[in-house]
């Protein structure tokens, strides 16, 4: 009876190969990160929100990343630790930009119902002329302008609540998604820091 020899297996470890990918998506985060901020014009509100959009919509492959590289160095307990406070310091920044977020949200809405209001307000000016002034508009009735002035208002009232209800929803899937992936940091950092069980 022929027996058949041990097959060898080799030992794979796969912290190295973790740590290559790791630092693959936090690199590819920040070059990113690079682009989606220039031109950078960090003082307007719509920039900003646009910036944290992307940014938050992008945040899961830093996310992944950084726990890659930290199980990449669970051995190494000095480096675990500064990956970890890391982790930390950008999860709580996630949390903190919420509140940018909601204030630049709030601006967006008021400047876009105010240059709705504006806008109306020209439109108006000039139904107004034309009525004083027939000339102005010859083949116009005088009701035809009335009908003109009620619809103006109607979309008015339309249009403002569309573009609150647009950067509502805007601002709520950008919270969340910052929420979320800073909680998700904080707690990476917290458990990295944490001294290993032997």
Known sequence: ????????????????????????????????????????????????????????DRSIILLFGAALVIYGNLENRR????????????????????????????????????????????????????KEDPELAPNVTPEQLKQAAQLIDTRVVSLKQTARSSIRKTMIAIVANLVVIGVALISLGYYSMRPRRS
Do not use: H, Y
């Open 1 to 56: 009876m022929a027996t058949t020899a041990p097959k060898f297996v080799p030992s794979f470890d796969p912290q190295p190969m973790s740590r290559i990918v790791g630092f693959a998506c936090l690199a590819g985060f920040l070059v990113d990160l690079l682009l989606i901020a220039l031109p950078s014009a960090p003082s307007n509100p719509e920039w900003r929100v646009n910036f944290l959009q992307q940014m938050s």
């Open 79 to 130: 480096w675990r630790k500064q990956l970890g406070m890391g982790t930390l310091a950008i999860g709580i920044a996630f949390l903190l930009s919420c509140v940018l977020t909601i204030s630049d949200g709030l601006r967006l809405s008021s400047l876009a119902e105010q240059n709705i209001t504006d806008q109306a307000s020209q439109v108006q000016t000039q139904i107004q002329n034309a």
